[in-house]
């Protein structure tokens, strides 16, 4: 006989036993008829769920059988189950079936039980759900965690993908596993790996981006925390916001390329720019790597340096006969004055001053900017050591 902290007889087992086959399709009926996210699973998907309410009510009778004196149900109930339904079907869906189970089995109390015996029967079905519920709970934590750490992986192997610039199909598919397959407007983000677990630093950057409306991938790669930021209208803006979630340093952000296939370029800005920072003390946090070109170029980086040739000396070169390249080494040559300018020059300050004015808008750089003088400065060095041998001459009169 069943212990009486249940409260119900051998009897009420035996009719719950030969109902079980009834019972399992007045539930499914029940799903069918109230849930749309049912409906719409595939026959495949159906046939698993309706194996799992079978087995869950298996569970309940043989739990009735031995009296309730053992732990009511684990998750090996949903053992059943492939992994992959905890994709199709959501923990909210889980409670949706447990309930109309739960439904079902109230309903139908008065016929199963004993005349007397219903409201034990209730009970006992509220208790057994309730643990089929914790049961739930803790088969989707562990599909969560294995799929948290699956994503994790993908994610290093995409964002160290990116660093290498191997943009092959093997990084195509982990990319859209992770959601990025159409991402666009993509920036690379580089930094000092703050102190804390990798997984805790990867978490806290992730939330403090999703705040702020942007996508990331990132990754701790030793003393190297590398971000890479997806549908980012401003990057700087972004990395501002992230920034605290950086360690100590240089905070530098690569240039916004068209999707993840092309991340390569950005990210090889940003480390680049990541390496030499220090050369710029002043610099911001976070600065952009193309304003790093002057000390990327003094550590040997290449693209780098054809984008000073391509931004300042073969606009000036080309531009009104040289002259605005002629005006730019006086006045950097001569400390940056307008009066030692025009003297050297032959011409008024203020056509020394409209010169200025024409290279700023033509380069992007002021001249009048300290920082900017040096970046023309380096830009035009290389610019001379481009020429063939013997081409070079004074710009100066003597």
């Known amino acids: 006989m069943p212990p009486a902290d249940l409260g119900f007889s051998s ?29 719409a699973l595939s026959a495949e998907d159906r046939s698993w769920v309706g194996l799992v309410a079978q087995a869950g009510i298996a569970a309940f009778i043989a739990w009735l059988r031995h009296g309730g004196d053992q732990a009511p149900v684990t998750a090996d109930v949903f053992g059943t189950a492939p992994r992959e339904l905890t994709r199709s079907i959501t923990l909210r869906h889980t409670l949706d079936l447990v309930r109309s189970v739960v439904d079902v089995v109230e309903q139908d109390a008065t016929a199963l039980a004993e005349p007397g015996q219903e409201q034990a029967l209730r009970e006992a079905v509220l208790r057994y759900s309730r643990e089929i519920a ?24 995409v964002v160290d ?77 972004a990395a501002r916001e992230v920034g605290d979630h950086f360690g100590e340093g240089p905070l530098v952000v690569g240039p916004t390329v068209p999707h993840l296939f092309a ?21 911001p946090r976070p600065v952009a790597a193309d304003d790093l070109l002057a000390e990327r170029v003094l550590v040997g980086d290449a693209p780098a340096r054809a984008l000073l040739l391509d931004r300042i000396w073969h ?21 940056g004055g307008l009066e030692g300018t025009a003297r050297l020059l032959f011409v ?40 063939p ?5 004074r710009t100066t009169p003597t």
């Open 11 to 39: 009897d009420t087992v035996q009719r719950v036993e030969r109902s079980a086959g009834e019972l399992s399709s007045a539930a499914t009926r029940r799903m069918e008829a109230s849930h749309d996210w049912y409906r």
């Open 134 to 157: 914790f049961a739930a709970a803790e088969v989707y934590a562990h599909a969560a965690e294995a799929r948290g750490a699956w994503d994790a992986r993908l994610e290093g192997l």
């Open 161 to 237: 993908a990116v660093l290498r610039g191997e943009a092959d199909d093997s990084m195509q598919s982990r990319a859209a596993a992770l959601g990025w397959g159409s991402t666009t407007r993509v920036a690379v983000v580089a930094g000092s790996t703050p102190h804390g677990s990798p997984a805790g630093v990867v978490d806290g950057l992730r939330r403090a981006a999703e705040r702020v409306g942007v996508d990331t991938l990132a990754a701790v790669q030793g003393r190297r925390l590398v971000c890479i930021f997806g549908n980012v209208d401003d990057p700087l803006a």
């Open 263 to 283: 991340a390569g370029r950005s990210a090889r800005a940003a480390l680049a720019g990541q390496s030499c920072a220090q050369a710029w003390p002043e610099a």
């Open 315 to 335: 606009p000036l070169t080309t531009h009104s006969g040289g002259v605005l390249l002629e005006t730019a080494s006086v006045y950097l040559e001569s400390g």
């Open 348 to 387: 008024h300050p203020n056509t020394v001053r409209y010169r200025l004015g024409r290279i700023a808008d033509l380069t992007g750089y002021q001249l009048t900017d300290p920082h900017d003088a040096h970046t023309v400065r380096i830009a035009l060095a290389l610019g001379r050591l481009s020429r």
């Open 389 to 393: 041998a013997g081409v070079v001459r």
